[in-house]
């Protein structure tokens, strides 16, 4: 599965951005589909996933109330919906595909595929 992320940027704090994801490839055999992030010097951390039969959500405690992960099943695209962004938001983000597991993982060693990441800045 090829993944493209679109939709990174500059904000202030407290404002929103809205990322986007588009796989293509062997899709059919993908169960669930994640949000990563990486901070300059940190490791990559878990932020949202979504199955991709059912829609069921899993979120990160450190986003909870404020993103929103949802899939369009007919376009086939992936979104993060991000609320009240603070300036520990700011990160490359990743798209992720899991065609293993069967339940809703946030280990990135359950993820096979990965976007390029595009960056999310927010500012004081």
């Known amino acids: 599965v090829q993944l493209v992320e679109s939709g990174g940027g500059s904000v202030q704090a407290g404002g929103s951005l809205r990322l986007s994801c588009a796989p293509s490839?062997?899709?059919?055999?993908?169960?669930?589909m994640g949000w990563f992030r990486q901070a300059p010097g940190k490791e990559r951390e878990f932020v949202a996933a979504?199955?991709?039969?059912?829609?069921?959500?899993r979120y990160a405690d450190s986003v909870k109330g404020r993103f929103t992960i949802s899939r369009d099943y007919a376009k086939n695209t992936l979104s993060l919906q991000m609320n009240s962004l603070q300036p520990e938001d700011t990160a490359v983000y990743y798209c992720?595909?899991?065609?293993?597991?069967?339940?809703?993982?946030?280990?990135?060693?359950?993820?096979?595929?990965w976007g390029q990441g595009t960056q999310v800045t927010v500012s004081p």
């Open positions: 490839g062997r899709t059919g055999s993908r169960y669930n």
């Open positions: 992720a595909a899991d065609s293993r597991s069967l339940v809703l993982s946030g280990s990135k060693l359950t993820y096979d595929d």
């Open positions: 979504i199955s991709w039969r059912s829609g069921g959500t």
